[in-house]
């Protein structure tokens, strides 16, 4: 899973890399339990699905990004 920040993120979403993101809060409970299932979720992506990025960004390092992409709570799974 690759750690996205926000100049990342804009590059990805209009260059139009297929891109799976996870958005979460380091101290989400729920984020925590999902991490390893996410990090099964990249392994088997990246065999079956070539070109696909998996990644992640931290929320509250990235506010704004968060809130422009609709996400309201933790963790929100997006495709781009």
């Given at each position: 899973?690759?750690?996205?920040?926000?100049?990342?993120?804009?590059?990805?979403?209009?260059?139009?890399?297929?891109?799976?993101?996870?958005?979460?809060?380091?101290w989400c409970?729920?984020?925590?339990?999902?991490?390893?299932?996410y990090?099964?979720?990249?392994?088997?992506?990246?065999?079956?699905?070539?070109?696909?990025?998996?990644?992640?960004?931290?929320?509250?390092?990235?506010?704004?990004?968060?809130?422009?992409?609709?996400?309201?709570s933790?963790?929100?799974?997006?495709?781009?």
């Amino acid at each position: 899973v690759t750690s996205l920040t926000s100049a990342r993120l804009a590059q990805l979403v209009e260059g139009g890399t297929p891109t799976l993101v996870e958005f979460y809060a380091e101290w989400c409970g729920h984020c925590q339990q999902y991490a390893k299932t996410y990090e099964k979720v990249a392994a088997a992506l990246r065999s079956d699905v070539p070109g696909l990025l998996v990644a992640a960004i931290n929320c509250p390092s990235h506010e704004k990004d968060c809130s422009s992409h609709g996400v309201r709570s933790y963790p929100t799974i997006k495709l781009f």
